[in-house]
């Protein structure tokens, strides 16, 4: 069973930065692919960014592309999530979730919440106007 645990969240105003993390229990994390979704009050959870397991390869919403960068630590077992710029819009618990399957390990970048296996607990960004 893969444990994920995400820190970094918190209450920042519109235009500042947060870094989240998502810390992993598995070695075999580098070979996952690792997303970042977001569930805004009375919103379905959506997409934010993936990042492959074998080249680092990267994939932003459009609604945070330029602003967000993922990133990754095999060693760590760790996965990253610089936020900038933030807006009001942002405002949502946040995510860290791991797509184990046969297609990422083949280089599909998947984005859909029902295509990853493992979630952490969530943790909450609030952005103030």
């Known amino acids: 069973q893969v444990q994920l645990v995400e820190s970094g969240g918190g209450l920042v105003q519109a235009g500042d930065s947060l870094r989240l993390s998502c810390a992993t229990s598995?070695?075999?994390?580098?070979?996952?692919?690792m997303g970042w979704f977001r569930q805004g009050p009375g919103k379905e959870r959506e997409f934010v960014a993936a990042?492959?397991?074998?080249?680092?390869?990267?994939y932003y919403a459009d609604s945070v592309e330029g602003r967000f960068t993922i990133s990754r630590d095999n060693a760590k077992n760790t996965v990253y999530l610089q936020m900038n710029s933030l807006k009001p819009e942002d405002t949502a618990v946040y995510y860290c979730?791991?797509?184990?399957?046969?297609?990422?390990?083949?280089?599909?970048?998947?984005?859909?919440?029902?295509?990853?296996?493992?979630w952490g607990q969530g943790t909450q960004v609030t952005v103030s106007s």
């Open positions: 979730a791991a797509d184990a399957s046969i297609a990422q390990a083949r280089g599909v970048m998947r984005t859909l919440p029902d295509d990853y296996d493992y």
């Open positions: 598995r070695g075999t994390f580098s070979r996952y692919t």
């Open positions: 990042i492959s397991w074998n080249i680092g390869r990267t």
